[in-house]
């Protein structure tokens, strides 16, 4: 019996032994490419040498110091490194552990922005429907994966939530591309006029959803209406990046696609490749100035933020990161892998679209390709497909969101960057095999 509370309570997983760049190695010695990074974490691949050598020079030196008392040599030159990749106006980061601390930090930083500048009466959010931006309760609170949030209603933070952007689901057959994504972000507009612009705190999105819709990009110039109806209203516009920065997309931030500067950015999975747990929350000098000439102290904080080790990791990724050109190959090799998918999947019946942005692709699955219509079984799809997947020597990322009241299905591909052209034949095939597998049944 094992004494971990597992997430599934009835299916103990295998237990990791080692790991070597694509791939990890259970203690039975099964091998496991990894087409996922776990859920898109691992973006130098296993055991890289240069982070490991960082992360023991740091534990020689020093593990840990609370904050409340010192800063640290890498915690400082993380932050300085982190405001060169950002935009000019973004020179500050509040480094926490991992993805939910930092969209937690998003939502407090951005309520007591309002609180320094005088319109305390701001408490709501808008964000959107199929979104995922954390499991702690105020970042549950603004995320729209229903079946997360069912069991904890009411949630803490008081959110509304518009569509997302989702033009294979959601494209009217008289719209382009470009029209379609004018009309959701209007929703934007909508939703503010509705709940009072001056009582809103701000509009949280992910520029490239994850989990909840599998690498679902926006149309072009959804993003930058979005910014205009922010800068219109006078609020907020928080970005997660969790999942979808760090250089998965091919730019270190998925938003310099758009062409757009948030006032806060959330990220957290790539930051340290999965060598520590780290997360970021990255603000604008105005909300920086204004809590630092307002009440001069942010109401926040946890034990192990800015952790000195995890900081060490963080900075070594980004080191190499930069060193290897990867963020590049993430651009590179996820036209590669696009293309390999479209060329394995675009006559499968059951794979209704395929999409994404660098290393960050998915597949939607379909019972019907001509209705979209999804398959009507529950999460336990996911979960046969993951296991079935990890069978045949290969992890992937199965999941899916709501779809008009019924679950949807999508796998997500989210592999580590140093992915070659062998790896990418080796992915389709155990996907293709894998689909055979689980999809003929249903
Ligand atoms: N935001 C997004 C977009 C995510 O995908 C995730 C995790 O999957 C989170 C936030 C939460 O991150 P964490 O699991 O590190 O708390």
Same mark, same amino acid.
């Given at each position: 019996m094992s004494h971990v509370f597992h997430r599934h309570c009835h299916h103990l997983p295998p237990t990791i032994a080692s790991g070597n760049g694509m791939y990890l190695i259970d203690t039975q010695g099964n091998e496991y490419l990894d087409a996922c990074g776990g859920a898109a974490v691992s973006c130098l691949g296993h055991n890289h040498p240069s982070v490991l050598e960082a992360i023991h020079r740091q534990l020689d030196a020093i593990p840990y110091a609370h904050t409340g008392f010192f800063t640290s040599a890498p915690s400082e030159a993380l932050a300085e490194k982190l405001a060169e990749l950002a935009p000019s106006s973004i020179n500050h980061a509040y480094l926490v552990s991992g993805g939910s601390e930092a969209m937690e930090t998003a939502l407090k930083l951005a309520r007591q922005y309002w609180v320094e500048v *005088? /319109? +305390? $009466?701001? $408490?709501h959010f808008i964000a959107r429907r199929q979104s995922y931006h954390g499991n702690t309760l105020g970042a549950l609170s603004v995320g729209g994966n229903a079946w997360r949030r069912a069991p904890f209603a009411p949630l803490l933070m008081d959110t509304s939530l518009i569509a997302p952007c989702y033009a294979y689901r =959601? $494209? *009217?057959? =008289? /719209?382009?591309a470009y029209e379609y994504g004018q009309r959701v972000a209007n929703e934007l507009e909508a939703m503010l006029l509705e709940k009072g612009p001056d009582t809103v705190i701000g509009f949280v999105a992910e520029p490239v959803v994850g989990a909840?819709? *599998?690498a679902l990009t926006a149309e072009a110039g959804y993003f930058s209406r979005i910014r205009a109806i922010c800068d219109q209203y006078n609020i907020l516009l928080i970005l997660d990046e969790v999942m979808c920065g760090t250089g998965r997309t091919g730019r270190f931030f998925a938003f310099e696609h758009e062409g757009i500067v948030p006032d806060i950015v959330a990220i957290a999975k790539g930051l340290a490749a999965g060598y520590q747990p780290i997360g970021a929350t990255l603000v604008t000098d105005r909300l920086y100035e204004a809590i630092a000439s307002g009440s *001069?102290?942010? $109401?926040h904080g946890h034990t192990f933020m800015a952790h000195p080790t995890a900081c060490a990791a963080a900075l070594a990724t980004l080191t190499t990161l930069e060193q290897e050109g990867l963020v590049d190959a993430a651009e590179k090799q996820g036209e590669a892998l696009k293309t390999a998918l479209h060329h394995q999947f =675009?006559?499968? +019946?059951?794979?209704g679209n395929i999409r994404g942005r660098g290393l960050f692709v998915a597949l939607e699955l379909v019972a019907d390709k001509t209705s979209k219509r999804p398959f009507s079984s529950d999460l336990a799809l996911h979960q046969t497909i993951k296991y079935t997947a990890m069978h045949n020597g290969l992890m992937c990322y199965p999941m899916g969101g709501t779809i008009d009241g019924k679950q949807g299905h999508h796998i997500l591909l989210a592999p580590p960057?140093?992915? /070659?052209s062998t790896h990418i034949a080796a992915i389709t095939d155990k996907l293709a095999l894998t689909l055979e597998m689980c999809l003929l049944s249903q």
């Open positions: *005088g /319109e +305390p $009466q701001r $408490q =959601d $494209q *009217g057959p =008289d /719209e382009t909840t819709a *599998g *001069g102290f942010f $109401q =675009d006559s499968h +019946p059951f794979v960057y140093i992915i /070659e």
